[in-house]
């Protein structure tokens, strides 16, 4: 790297808390139990919040993975924290995708996440609900990870930030640098795209040969 005149970003410190948790609402089930591996598309998908701190105050973005190829199957950009935040980036996911087959969709225990309206939907979807510990990052550790990647790569690198609009743009590139052209050592330093798109030819292939 030093040859090559590259760097290493460094990740900062946490100091704005997006999980708050509602011991009212009912919690589904942990059906993950820290176990983020998927051995075909939608089969687990991992959903966080992060934020983005701005000129005219903090803006929060959400994101949905599919944990197969880490592909960011649906995220959002708002300056709330409430609910609608996390609906649209499922409504994006499940539109983007052709699920089928069982799915887990698996978060913290956010109050966004167990609303009525975000349980509603995932029913409708046929996608079952699964959740973390309060306070518990390695609970939720894969959608972590992407916040954490998303925040070095993008906000602190061109940050300081104006506004929500500047974030939305950039986000946007970001996620489909990161879905189509990142390298992930963890899928074999190929893009999510690619990994994806392997194993449907292979799922073709095993088919024509039966």
């Known amino acids: 790297m030093r040859e090559l005149g590259l760097r290493g970003v460094t990740r900062g410190p946490k100091n704005c808390w997006t999980t708050i948790a509602d011991d009212s609402l009912a919690r589904p089930a942990d ?11 939608n089969q687990l998908w991992v959903a966080d919040i992060t934020f983005v701190p701005t000129w005219s105050g903090f803006v929060y973005v ?13 995220w959002r950009v708002s300056r709330s924290l409430k609910a609608e935040l996390v609906l649209d980036a499922l409504d994006q996911a499940v539109w983007s995708r052709a699920i089928a087959g069982d799915l887990i969709h698996h978060s913290d225990r956010g ?12 029913a409708e979807a046929g996608i079952d609900a699964s959740v973390g510990s309060v306070g518990d990052s390695y609970d939720n550790a894969l959608a972590e990870t992407i916040n954490g990647l998303y925040k070095t790569e993008v906000i602190r690198k061109r940050g300081p930030w104006k506004a929500l609009d500047d974030v939305e743009y950039a986000t946007l590139e ?27 030819q292979q799922l073709e292939e095993s088919f024509e040969a039966a």
């Not at 059906?31 to 598309?41: C, D, K, M, T, Y």
């Not at 167990?114 to 995932?122: G, V």
């Open 31 to 41: 059906l993950v139990n820290r176990e983020f591996s998927a051995i075909r598309p």
């Open 111 to 122: 109050s966004q996440y167990l609303s009525i309206h975000y349980t509603e939907k995932l």
């Open 174 to 200: 970001w996620v489909d640098w990161f879905n189509h052209r990142r390298l992930l050592e963890s899928i074999g330093d190929i893009p999510p795209v690619e990994y994806e798109l392997m194993y449907y």
């Open 62 to 74: 959400a994101f949905i993975i599919d944990v197969f190829a880490r592909y960011i199957v649906g």
